[in-house]
């Protein structure tokens, strides 16, 4: 049998690149590939803009009923806690981003190419994002460790008064670390398993990130003191059951449950008193 041309050999590519293996350009030649840079910019930018000044708020919804005596192990433990998390998505994150190329899981056509390129680009784009934010995240809180580990108790509430977002900084690079991370397994699925499945995902994402919203200010508004609403979640175990708060009502035929719960209440008896004798006098000099 003849064989055919060397530069006919040559000259012949496949009827996909993509699905070829082929590697990708230094320089892209897509003519949309700017839209990923556009796009990725807009959301960092917006989400610092939004939630970077929050940071000092963060910082004192954690240290507003905190005992000031224990502020510096308090504020280590935070520290502590925040670092290996963030050390530990860390690595989640680098190996994303070390990962080989995707692999689409349907039939890819050469229409597709350049979407495909622009959703793997955008995929690198957040694991590096997510990548920077945990590392920025780790060397905060060494920095801080290293700077008020060897205060006294009292110096280390100087430093807290003179930088407040000591401990807002590092959740909140912690949480941005996280949300680009799971940007960047949205892309992933958008990449390998097509729209629908993508769609789903980032529904369920999204329901993780309003639950975790609502559970952050939840707890941010709690309310050891006694004198707000927000209190009667604790103060319950001391009134009748029709004042009882949804949960313990629910909770109610499960009469280990509730013992337990007003085993702790009793255990808050003498400081419930003591607020409200509190509130009382409070309440009497004011109208005197």
């Known amino acids: 049998a003849a064989r055919a041309p060397a530069s006919a050999v040559l000259s012949h590519t496949p009827p996909c690149s993509w699905q070829s293996g082929a590697m990708a350009q230094w320089v892209p030649d ?3 590939w700017w839209t990923v840079l ?3 910019g807009v959301l960092i930018i917006s989400l610092e803009v939004l939630l970077r000044r929050q940071v000092t708020k963060v910082s004192l919804d954690v240290m507003e009923w905190c005992n000031l005596e224990a502020l510096r192990d308090s504020a280590r433990s935070v520290w502590t806690n925040l670092a290996v998390t963030a050390a530990l998505l860390l690595t989640v994150a680098v190996a994303m981003l070390q990962g080989d190329k995707m692999e689409p899981r349907f039939e890819v056509t050469d229409d597709m190419l350049d979407t495909l390129s622009n ?3 955008a995929y690198d784009l957040f694991c590096g994002f997510s990548v920077l934010y945990c590392m920025i995240a780790v060397l905060q809180c060494v920095i801080y460790l290293c700077y008020v580990d060897p205060l006294s108790n009292k110096d280390s509430i100087k430093f807290f008064i003179a930088n407040p977002a000591s401990i807002g900084g590092p959740v909140l690079s912690t949480i941005f670390g996280c949300l680009h991370c799971c940007i960047a397994m949205l892309m992933w699925v958008l990449g390998t ?3 629908m499945h993508a769609g789903v995902f980032s529904l369920f994402t999204l329901v993780v990130l309003i639950f975790l919203v609502c559970e952050i200010l939840d707890k941010g508004s709690f309310d050891p003191s006694g004198q707000s609403k927000k209190a009667h979640e604790w103060q319950w175990t001391h009134m009748p059951e029709e004042h009882w708060p949804w949960f313990a009502k629910n909770a ?3 009469q280990k449950s509730v013992r337990i719960l007003q085993k702790m209440g009793a255990a808050v008896q003498d400081e419930v ?3 409200k004798k509190e509130i009382q006098e409070t309440s009497l000099v004011t109208a005197f």
Request: proline letters at 0%; zero cysteines.
């Open 30 to 32: 897509s003519e949309t």
């Open 38 to 40: 556009v796009g990725a």
């Open 119 to 121: 959703i793997q680009s």
């Open 193 to 195: 398993s097509g729209v």
């Open 252 to 254: 109610k035929k499960n």
């Open 273 to 275: 008193q003591q607020i």
